[in-house]
Nanobody
Framework: VQLQASGGGLVQAGGSLRLSCDAS????????IGWFRQAPGKEREGVSC????????YYADSVKGRFTISRDNTKNAIYLQMNNLKPEDTAVYYC?????????????WGQGAQVTVSS
């Protein structure tokens, strides 16, 4: 599977961005599909994902209430709406399959999308 992320950029604190991830196949072909991020000098961490067996969404505590994950099955795409962004959200964001929070269990990675939040 190929995953293509887009939508990153530079935004001021309090602003919003929307990330997109286009998959080469159905987003329902995996145990889960979602987003990880990696800030400079930090480990890669799970941000949000959709678990396909029950269609539930998972969010890291640090983004709950600010980020919303969604998908469009007709376009084989998922999205991450990021509101009220904070400087600590600055990271490279990666689309990923088959794990919501363990990078070692991810099967497929997309290329990263840089998100930079200025204070």
């Amino acid at each position: 599977v190929q995953l293509q992320a887009s939508g990153g950029g530079l935004v001021q604190a309090g602003g919003s961005l929307r990330l997109s991830c286009d998959a080469s196949g159905s987003t329902q072909d995996y145990q889960s599909i979602g987003w990880f991020r990696q800030a400079p000098g930090k480990e890669r961490e799970g941000v949000s994902c959709i678990v396909n067996i029950n269609d539930n969404s998972y969010y890291a505590d640090s983004v709950k209430g600010r980020f919303t994950i969604s998908r469009d099955n007709t376009k084989n795409a998922i999205y991450l709406q990021m509101n009220n962004l904070k400087p600590e959200d600055t990271a490279v964001y990666y689309c990923a399959t088959d794990s919501c929070n363990d990078p070692d269990r991810v099967v497929s990675w997309g290329q990263g999308a840089q998100v930079t939040v200025s204070s």
